[in-house]
């Protein structure tokens, strides 16, 4: 199921920076890196956490080890 980034309650000026780059669903993030997603302008850490959840995908990575 697709689900449009309107829905998700995220900042108006991401979700127009968003619109402005061509994504309209959280899906059409989805080839994207995390790290690539986080430095689009406006990309906080509550926004980011909805788009990953949207998009299935964790918010962090847990691939580091200390």
């Keep these: 199921m697709a ?6 309650r995220i900042k108006p ?3 127009a920076e968003l619109k402005q ?8 993030l989805q080839h994207l890196p995390s790290a690539e997603i986080l430095r689009i ?14 998009m299935g995908r964790e918010p962090h990575s847990t691939s580091r080890k200390c």
């Excluded at 689900?3 to 998700?8: A, E, G, K, R």
């Excluded at 780059?21 to 059409?28: H, M, P, T, V, Y």
């Design 3 to 8: 689900t449009n980034l309107s829905d998700l």
């Design 41 to 54: 302008p406006g990309m906080g850490g509550s926004d980011w956490r909805k788009i990953a959840a949207a």
């Design 21 to 28: 780059l061509g994504f309209e669903r959280a899906e059409d």
């Design 13 to 15: 000026s991401l979700l």
